[in-house]
T-cell receptor, first 115, second 113 residues
Framework: DAGVIQSPRHEVTEMGQEVTLRCKPI?????LFWYRQTMMRGLELLIY????????DSGMPEDRFSAKMPNASFSTLKIQPSEPRDSAVYFC?????????????FGNGTRLTVT | AQSVTQPDIHITVSEGASLELRCNYS??????LFWYVQSPGQGLQLLLK??????LVQGIKGFEAEFKRSQSSFNLRKPSVHWSDAAEYFC???????????FGTGTRLTVIP
């Protein structure tokens, strides 16, 4: 299994630009999660999907952030417009099901730098 | 409220020495506990998990952890550390679903020759 695949690995952009992060979950996994990791706040859950449906987006910091999951094998996290404080590592994770005995499998992350 | 405390931000051990990383949690019901490891530039990888049963759980890479309800702890141990164990370690507590997983702030492990 290829694991959770995220792209790009690194993204450098200027303030005000649109940023799109991509994620391909493990095949057969029904739940997908977007996390943000910073030194100050650690790992934060932004949003998660179950069977392609967004369940809880209360972790999304602002309206500038949006996420979609058009099908079971693809999700995007978009920031528009981006700001320097959005600089972080963004992780996508998937799990077989939305139950406690189904651990998360993380991608290698996208390191976003907004200048 | 759920919370996870990893009191040690950074630990340095010599290769071959034993290791214990501390994790304390606060949770209103029976917790589901996890340890993840993150190598530089990588995502988090599951080391082990505790749901129920034997309070001493074995994981990958020679790690183990012990659930102690009376102390609200789930410390991670390894009898002999290898240089490749240098990484960041995260303890996490969850409840009814993977969406309720709360992570600690992590402990960075440095291994010296």
């Amino acid at each position: 299994d290829a694991g959770v695949i995220q792209s790009p690995r690194h993204e450098v952009t200027e303030m005000g630009q649109e940023v799109t992060l991509r994620c391909k979950p493990i095949s057969g996994h029904n739940s997908l999660f977007w996390y943000r990791q910073t030194m100050m706040r650690g790992l934060e859950l932004l949003i998660y999907f179950n069977n392609n449906v967004p369940i809880d987006d209360s972790g999304m910091p602002e309206d500038r952030f949006s996420a979609k999951m058009p099908n079971a094998s693809f999700s995007t996290l978009k920031i528009q417009p981006s700001e320097p404080r959005d600089s972080a590592v963004y992780f996508c994770a998937s799990s077989l099901a939305l139950v406690n005995n189904s651990p998360l499998h993380f991608g290698n992350g996208t390191r976003l730098t907004v200048t | 409220a759920q919370s996870v405390t990893q009191p040690d931000i950074h630990i340095t051990v010599s290769e071959g020495a034993s290791l214990e990383l501390r994790c304390n949690y606060s949770y209103g019901a029976t917790p589901y506990l996890f340890w993840y490891v993150q190598s530089p530039g990588q995502g988090l990888q599951l080391l082990l998990k505790y749901f129920s049963g034997d309070t001493l759980v074995q994981g990958i890479k020679g790690f183990e952890a012990e659930f102690k309800r009376s102390q609200s702890s789930f410390n991670l141990r390894k009898p002999s550390v290898h240089w490749s164990d240098a990484a960041e370690y995260f303890c996490a507590v969850g409840g009814t679903g993977a969406n309720n997983l709360f992570f600690g702030t992590g402990t960075r492990l440095t291994v010296i020759p």
